[in-house]
């Protein structure tokens, strides 16, 4: 540095030390668009703290707002530039936040649909699988219409659990997850009383032929 610089950054540290900063809140919500608005070449006038690093006024008699270094050096700005760059990331959380409501709403929408379909589903295939076991313990079949029963329902039942939905994370309620995680098991039950009963129903029947 020249010496006239020097004397020049000395003259100018001493008169921004004597003035003092000012202070001001800054939220954490606002801080990335202040950093983002930061001249990538400061001013030597702006490095000395004479003028707004945003609107490159000089401060005069008002006390500028330190945003960080060392004393009497570093980036400052002046009062309504920060006001407004606050309210401006204010407005840019608020929107998001608006937009991450409005997702949220439309996954929750979509996550109901798809759910009262999975169910809507299941609920056919436990049906399916009552039928079965009454059709196998009442009924006299052959023991290929009971395998090829067994082959359906069992297609049926795999074939709706590959299209189970998957819940977004923005819905949380407990209760729909506990109640789904409930039904496969009731279809599941379905499915062991039909095996169940054609179990019996061939050790009867291996019996009387043994007789």
């Not at 759910?115 to 009454?134: C, D, S, T």
Request: charge should be neutral; glycine fraction near 6%.
């Amino acid at each position: 540095m020249q010496p006239e610089m020097s004397e020049a950054w000395k003259v100018t540290s001493s008169f921004v030390a004597s003035r003092g900063c000012s202070r001001m809140h800054i939220p954490a919500y606002a801080r990335a668009t202040i950093r983002a608005e930061l001249p990538l070449v400061p001013t030597p006038g702006q490095v000395a703290g004479l003028d707004c690093c945003f609107c490159n006024e000089p401060f005069g008699r008002r006390a500028p707002v330190s945003l960080g270094g060392t004393e009497g050096f570093g980036l400052f700005a002046c009062r309504p530039c920060l006001t407004h760059l606050v309210a401006r990331a204010r407005q840019l959380r608020d929107s998001a936040l608006v937009r991450k409501a409005e997702q949220a709403r439309k996954e929750a929408t979509a996550w109901a649909a798809e759910r009262g379909r999975y169910l809507a589903e299941l609920e056919r295939v436990r049906r399916a699988a009552e039928a079965v076991a009454y059709l196998v313990t009442e009924k006299d079949l052959r023991a290929s219409q009971t395998a090829w029963l067994f082959m359906e329902l069992e297609s049926a039942y795999a074939w709706v659990e590959d299209g189970a939905p998957e819940q977004p994370a923005s819905v949380e309620d407990e209760d729909e997850i506990m109640q789904r995680k409930k039904v496969p098991t009731r279809v599941g039950n379905d499915l062991n009383e039909v095996r169940c009963g054609e179990f019996s129903r061939l050790s009867d029947h291996q019996r009387r032929h043994a007789s």
